[in-house]
């Protein structure tokens, strides 16, 4: 069963930074896009930033400038670093990937499990 497993989060001082992490699990064939998303309480789920395989990267407008995408093709895995994260940051990340399981199988979306993250002001 393929897994997207996270890691990271927690709490921060708004102007702090935090990392976090999120690997693909189980038996798959490859994994294209990955990404991150995020939804605080009350508020629909949003892009944070997505990246291809190819690395190209794309940033909602709001975290452009403080917030890194990256990834590991060989490893599976999508990380976030946020810088200067700020009290409106504040909520559950959730990464996410396109998964085929074969080579003659399509692609499906699959979701981690989310990752709290709360900035103080």
């Known amino acids: 069963q393929v897994q997207l497993v996270e890691s990271g989060g927690g709490l921060s001082q708004a102007g702090g930074s935090l990392r976090l992490s999120c690997a693909a699990s189980g038996s798959f064939f490859d994994v294209s896009a990955m990404g991150w998303f995020r939804q605080a309480p009350g508020k629909q789920r949003e892009l944070v930033a997505t990246i291809t ?3 190209s990267t794309n940033y909602a ?3 452009k400038g403080r917030f890194a995408i990256s990834r590991d093709n060989a490893k599976n895995t ?8 700020k009290p409106e940051d504040t909520a559950t990340y959730y990464c996410n990937a396109d998964i085929r399981v074969s080579r ?3 692609y499906n ?5 989310g990752t709290q993250v709360t900035v103080s002001s």
Do not use: H, I, P
Request: hydrophobic content about 35%; aromatic content about 4%.
């Open 109 to 113: 979306l699959r979701w981690g499990q």
């Open 53 to 55: 395989r190819g690395l």
């Open 78 to 85: 999508v990380d976030l670093q946020m810088n200067s994260l």
């Open 61 to 63: 407008d709001d975290v």
């Open 104 to 106: 003659s199988s399509s």
